[in-house]
């Protein structure tokens, strides 16, 4: 029972099926990061994730449609980062939940934050289309939650853009230019390191609107 007739487990040809996706998009991102989608291979994302090419095309038929996924995994990843503006009552709350989200995948999710950004950089030739819908709308969903605050004198008033823009910069810094702060920290960040940026950047911009980071109000 429970069982298929050759003795394999039901979902286990699905789950080898997502795993195997994973690999592939972890290995994309890497090469991506490095080499840009211009430069970047197909046969070079088979040998980092060590398949055969045919297997890849398997999963992706076309570079760009792989390049698309990577970016898209990124910024679904971002977004749920972001669920803390529907579910906390508060901007503290839902702030501080935010950006030590973003700190966190920006150490777990370094390389597909730096293909974002590259293909930002440059002009978003692939995923133009991305930015001027899903992003946008995005955008100002969050705005509107932001100004719902300040019109209830929650924080201090500030345009809600202009906030949401320096929360990226601030943490995905931390991806984009992992080597720079590696290299002025002589490593990588370690645990307490991490912590510490994590509550330096709250500090900050929560300061910054008006709430005291130590009490919340």
Not at 32 to 52: H, V
Not at 155 to 174: D, E, G, K, S, V
Not at 190 to 197: C, H, L, N, P, V
């Amino acid at each position: 029972m429970g069982q298929t007739e050759g003795g394999e487990k039901p979902g286990t040809r699905a789950e080898m099926r997502e795993e195997t996706e994973r690999l592939i998009l972890d290995a994309a991102e890497e090469v991506f990061a490095e080499s840009g989608f211009g430069g970047a291979t197909m046969q070079a994302i088979a040998d980092a994730c060590g398949l055969p090419k045919a297997n890849l095309h398997y999963y992706f038929s076309n570079k760009e449609k792989l390049y698309r996924r990577v970016v898209e995994r990124i910024f679904t990843i971002w977004l749920e980062a972001a669920g803390s503006f529907e579910t906390s009552a508060t901007p503290d709350v839902a702030l501080r939940r935010y950006i030590t989200r973003k700190m966190q995948l920006s150490r777990e999710h370094r390389f597909g934050s730096k293909v974002w950004a590259n293909e930002v950089m440059h002009g978003a030739p692939i995923i133009q289309d991305y930015l001027e819908t899903t992003l946008r709308r995005w955008t100002e969903t969050r705005i509107a939650v932001i100004q719902g605050w300040i019109d209830a004198g929650h924080i201090r008033p500030i345009n809600p853009r202009w906030l949401m823009y320096t929360i990226w910069a601030t943490t995905q810094h931390y991806a984009d230019f992992a080597h720079q702060i590696e290299t002025l920290n002589d490593g990588p960040l370690d645990e307490a390191q991490w912590q510490d940026a994590t509550e330096t950047v709250c500090g900050i911009l929560l300061r910054g609107i008006g709430i005291d980071p130590g009490t919340g109000a």
